[in-house]
Nanobody
């Protein structure tokens, strides 16, 4: 079983930056595909970025060039560096993981989820 705990959310002005972290525990983290999702009120949860065990990444088109997903396999932490944030990026951000090789931006792909961290851009 995997436990995921997000942190790093907050309120920023448009154009600002935040770095989200997701601490993972409980299972062999290195081979897990991991991802960041977000959900705002009244909208479906959407995939933002994902990363495979070997570092291969994939991004939602609207965040490409602004967001960077990375992982520290020694410390079991997943990161999401978010630059040039815009009001439409405001949402609850969730970390997800599963014991699969290929990562996906589909919210049906992952078994394990964190509780989320709020990002508000004004």
């Amino acid at each position: 079983h995997v436990q995921l705990v997000e942190s790093g959310g907050g309120s920023v002005q448009a154009g600002g930056s935040l770095r989200l972290s997701c601490a993972a525990s409980g299972s062999p983290y290195k081979r897990y595909a991991m991802a960041w999702f977000r959900q705002s009120p009244g909208k479906e949860r959407e995939g933002v970025a994902c990363i495979e065990g070997d570092g291969t990444t994939n991004y939602r088109k609207s965040v490409r060039g602004r967001f960077t997903v990375s992982r520290d396999n020694d410390r079991h932490i997943l990161y999401l560096q978010m630059n040039n944030l815009q009001p439409e990026d405001s949402a609850m951000y969730y970390c997800a993981a599963d014991d699969v090789v290929v990562c996906s931006l589909s919210n049906t792909w992952y078994k394990y989820w964190g509780q989320g961290t709020q990002v508000t851009v004004s």
